[in-house]
T-cell receptor, first 111, second 115 residues
């Protein structure tokens, strides 16, 4: 019973173009959403978050969009760089409790 | 990932032995979380602790696994009588408090291999 889904296991994008990573959730009680990036042999690194009172949050090249009615969020990376190649995890929590992580999407940015 | 320290980075155990994984949270953080990642899978929540208290252990296997976060010293995840299926990467995360806008910060993990 996956509460947080990332239906694309992998994504390849040309350097300089936009990367769009998608995440869907089923629990309507989730009120805080985050994206983490993970390189091999390292722990996840926090990228950006959004609370359910917003529909967009931007930080440099990274923008997260939240569509509560569709229970969907996405991470946009513009422009994509080769160093962005990593596994990206979507995570969600309700009332500040423990996070539920998606299975991850492996992003490859091609030079 | 600077700040949350996990050791050892790699741990090899034979079936039936005990594994102890340590986690020192970031300075000023009093909340610790343990996650397990199996190959090609996402992170699965195991347990959430505050100093001297287990807050949520809903993700912990009922047997052989235990966790503590004493008043002094690191948090410990203990696995008794390890089996092959315990082979995984175990990640610890910490946060200063729960609530909105409090991301968890992760260590680099302990990779446990069971022979």
């Amino acid at each position: 019973d996956q509460q947080v889904k990332q239906n694309s296991p992998s994504l390849s994008v040309q350097e300089g173009r936009i990367s769009i990573l998608n995440c869907d959730y089923t629990n309507s009680m989730f009120d805080y959403f985050l994206w983490y990036k993970k390189y091999p042999a390292e722990g996840p690194t926090f990228l950006i978050s959004i609370s359910s009172i917003k529909d967009k949050n931007e930080d440099g090249r990274f923008t997260v969009f939240l569509n509560k009615s569709a229970k969907h969020l996405s991470l946009h990376i513009v422009p994509s760089q080769p160093g962005d190649s990593a596994v990206y995890f979507c995570a969600a929590s309700a009332y500040g409790q423990n996070f539920v992580f998606g299975p991850g999407t492996r992003l490859s940015v091609l030079p | 990932n600077a700040g949350v320290m996990q050791n050892p980075r790699h741990l090899v155990r034979r079936r039936g032995q005990e594994a102890r994984l340590r986690c020192s949270p970031m300075k000023g953080h009093s909340h610790v979380y343990w996650y397990r990642q199996l190959p090609e899978e996402g992170l699965k929540f195991m347990v959430y602790l505050q100093k001297e208290n287990i807050i949520d252990e809903s993700g912990m296997p009922k047997e052989r696994f235990s966790a503590e976060f004493p008043k002094e010293g690191p948090s410990i995840l203990r696995i008794q009588q390890v089996v092959r299926g315990d082979s995984a990467a175990y990640f610890c995360a910490s946060s200063p408090a729960t609530g909105i806008d409090q991301p968890q910060h992760f260590g680099d993990g302990t990779r446990l291999s069971i022979l």
